[in-house]
């Protein structure tokens, strides 16, 4: 079982090393950029994508949100890899992982493969985090005097 716990902490901390580093592989787009490409999805019908652009656009468009967000999926997942870490890695993690679930959740629902996947890998989440629930129970549970 130990085994099968390390497999499920280097493929989460994968997934988030690579979604990290995919954060500064493009140039932000000017905002100018971001309004010609939404212009291109005024249609009723194509409103999810219009959501979805200018969601992600927003965040990039901060100057700080999409690269922040970028390091803390890139360190988090490099304490999720490493063995003495790993605990704090997927407490860490375990926000950002709800976050692009429910993104796929509400706003790429008819991706029912990147649900599906996002969906395991918050999953793997929680089990990591719960897995060690020896480390943070006694912050739940008050004892009787």
Same mark, same amino acid.
């Given at each position: 079982?130990?085994?099968?716990?390390?497999?499920?902490?280097?493929? /989460?901390?994968?997934?988030?090393?690579?979604?990290?580093?995919?954060?500064?592989?493009k140039?932000?787009?000017?905002?100018?950029?971001?309004?010609?490409?939404?212009?291109?999805?005024?249609?009723?019908?194509?409103?999810?994508? /219009?959501?979805?652009?200018?969601?992600?656009?927003?965040?990039?468009?901060?100057?700080?949100? $999409?690269?922040?967000?970028?390091?803390?999926?890139?360190?988090?997942?490099?304490?999720?890899?490493?063995?003495?870490?790993?605990?704090?890695?997927?407490?860490?993690?375990?926000?950002?992982?709800?976050?692009?679930?429910?993104?796929?959740?509400?706003?790429?629902?008819?991706?029912m493969?990147?649900?599906?996947?996002?969906?395991?890998?918050?999953?793997?989440?929680?089990?990591?985090?719960?897995?060690?629930?020896?480390? $943070?129970?006694?912050?739940? $549970?008050?004892?009787?005097?």
């Open positions: 079982m130990k085994v099968v716990f390390i497999a499920l902490r280097l493929i /989460l901390g994968g997934f988030m090393i690579y979604g990290g580093i995919q954060k500064f592989q140039p932000i787009p000017s905002p100018i950029e971001v309004v010609e490409k939404a212009e291109k999805f005024k249609a009723p019908e194509k409103e999810s994508t /219009l959501q979805k652009i200018l969601y992600i656009s927003g965040a990039k468009q901060t100057g700080y949100f $999409w690269e922040v967000l970028g390091i803390c999926e890139l360190l988090f997942g490099l304490l999720l890899v490493f063995q003495g870490t790993g605990f704090i890695g997927a407490l860490f993690l375990l926000p950002i992982t709800l976050h692009i679930f429910l993104f796929h959740l509400f706003l790429e629902s008819d991706e493969g990147e649900l599906l996947q996002t969906g395991g890998l918050f999953a793997v989440n929680i089990l990591l985090v719960l897995k060690e629930r020896s480390k $943070w129970k006694h912050l739940l $549970w008050i004892k009787p005097i």
